[in-house]
């Protein structure tokens, strides 16, 4: 089990996602369990605010990920069986995702399913809580950085090709927001573990990055990981 976090923006999730394609391993965005919360929340007129009425309807609906090799994403990701894998990354659900992800119930309500996904073994998992919380046993655990301007930029190039209308400043504060907040909340906050390998891809293109993070993993003791003549990585 290979765990990844990082702030948004960072290229986790592009990184985590080739580098399971390059290794035939599983890839699982842990985000995708708080962004289906948030999503049904706002669907069904629930303040994300509302803890307790978001942390309910958690617990209440069966969440699942089931894999989709060669589709991006690589997954279907079900609400109760119903596929909702298309409205996870819309901009109201950015806008509150953080807040449901500070849920201490919302995360006690999804992490049972988080860790299932995991048990099926050569799993690669993204968040911002992996190896501190979800897996705090994983094989190998990767923290995967970027300054905050490279990030913006990332994520404005992302809304351009989705389509959708939003300039550079307004994601640049909004990353810096969640940045704070996911730093700071109480609950399996955002953190570098000193057991995990840093790697930051700010001057990196996503090639160069996963290139970076295979490296890291044929370098260390993982199961089943891939020959390698490299000289160890270092945390």
Not at 46 to 68: F, G
Not at 221 to 234: K, M, W
Request: hydrophobic residues 40%; glycine residues 4%.
């Amino acid at each position: 089990m290979i765990a990844i976090d990082g702030p948004a923006g960072s290229g986790k999730s592009s990184v985590s996602l080739a580098l399971a394609r390059r290794l035939g391993y599983l890839f699982v965005d842990t985000g995708a369990f708080y962004r289906a919360v948030t999503w049904l929340a706002l669907q069904r007129e629930i303040d994300p605010h509302a803890s307790d009425q978001v942390a309910a309807l958690a617990r209440q609906t069966h969440l699942d990920m089931h894999p989709r090799p060669n589709a991006d994403p690589p997954y279907r990701f079900l609400a109760d069986g119903r596929d909702i894998t298309a409205h996870l990354h819309t901009p109201e659900v950015d806008a509150y995702v953080s807040v449901v992800a500070a849920n201490a119930d919302v995360r006690t309500a999804v992490l049972e399913a988080q860790r299932q996904l995991a048990r099926r073994g050569r799993v690669i998992m993204a968040g911002r809580d992996i190896g501190s919380v979800v897996l705090p046993d994983a094989d190998l655990k990767i923290y995967i950085d970027a300054n905050l301007e490279e990030r913006a930029r990332r994520r404005y190039r992302q809304r351009l090709a989705e389509g959708v209308a939003e300039d550079l400043e307004s994601i640049r504060k909004g990353l810096l927001a969640r940045d704070r907040l996911d730093s700071s909340r109480d609950v399996a906050p955002l953190t570098r573990l000193p057991d995990a390998v840093y790697l930051d891809t700010s001057n990196m293109n996503l090639q160069e990055a996963v290139e970076a993070a295979y490296r890291i993993v044929t370098t260390r003791d993982c199961p089943d990981s891939p020959p390698s003549d490299r000289p160890n990585a270092r945390p």
